[in-house]
């Protein structure tokens, strides 16, 4: 893995600002990936997190800035540590072009089969599809209409579930984007350049 303990590191919560921490330490997981613990700081204080929740974290590692999906797994406030699983070896480097970008993002879901609605994290995202986590079983291969939250923004998008996996606090959920207005899709090139730009200088320092 890239990461060591010293390094800087930003991470992108649902229910905050981008922010940034310390590593102490990386450790093998039992699941295959990695462990990260890292010094708990002061704009966690009063936030809504939770063990389970998604995060998307950000690192230099020469010369080029990664990021990648992970997920609290404990929270230690005597400590003044939490621990970060990274749930699989896929980073993206902000540089480049991409095709899934790792947020941490607030979005509701209807099922057009029920009517039925759900509150979900969107784990990563492109243009032609995202990833969204949350509690509820569902079955694949029906449409579903999603609304990301993307800061002051709102866009709308319908989707069809591609595949389901269940980890150990939630089901992770595969979408395959069926028609996003363009006007929609701008709005979202603009939050993720914008998302990438804070960390890069949250990771860099100039910040």
């Known amino acids: 893995m890239f990461l060591k303990p010293g390094d800087v590191i930003s991470i992108s919560?649902?229910?905050?600002?981008?922010?940034?921490s310390e590593v102490l330490m990386v450790e093998d997981h039992e699941s295959g990936g990695e462990m990260i613990t890292v010094r708990l700081c002061k704009e966690c204080a009063g936030s809504m997190i939770f063990e389970g929740d998604t995060v998307a974290i950000s690192f230099q590692s020469?010369?080029?800035?990664?990021?990648?999906s992970c997920h609290f797994a404990k929270i230690d406030?005597?400590?003044n540590t939490f621990m970060l699983v990274v749930e699989n070896e896929e980073y993206v480097i902000?540089?480049?072009a991409y095709e899934r970008y790792p947020v941490s993002l607030y979005s509701n879901i209807t099922l057009r089969s029920t009517g039925e609605e759900y509150i979900a994290v969107v784990k990563n995202i492109s243009f032609k599809g995202l990833m969204i986590c949350?509690?509820?079983l569902i079955e694949t291969k029906q449409s579903i209409d999603?609304?990301?939250?993307?800061?002051?923004?709102?866009v709308s998008l319908s989707a069809e579930?591609?595949?389901?996996?269940?980890?150990?606090?939630?089901?992770?959920?595969?979408?395959?984007?069926?028609?996003?207005?363009?006007s929609k899709q701008s709005e979202l090139r603009k939050y993720i350049e914008n998302l990438k730009t804070k960390q890069e200088a949250l990771v860099r320092g100039s910040v």
């Not at 919560?13 to 940034?20: D, E």
């Not at 020469?62 to 990648?68: A, H, S």
């Not at 999603?146 to 709102?154: A, F, R």
């Open 161 to 182: 579930v591609v595949w389901r996996i269940q980890n150990e606090f939630v089901f992770d959920y595969g979408l395959r984007i069926l028609y996003m207005e363009y």
């Open 94 to 96: 902000n540089n480049r």
């Open 62 to 68: 020469g010369t080029d800035i990664y990021t990648t």
């Open 13 to 20: 919560h649902h229910s905050m600002l981008v922010f940034k």
């Open 134 to 136: 949350f509690k509820k």
């Open 77 to 79: 406030i005597e400590k």
């Open 146 to 154: 999603v609304k990301l939250y993307l800061d002051n923004d709102e």
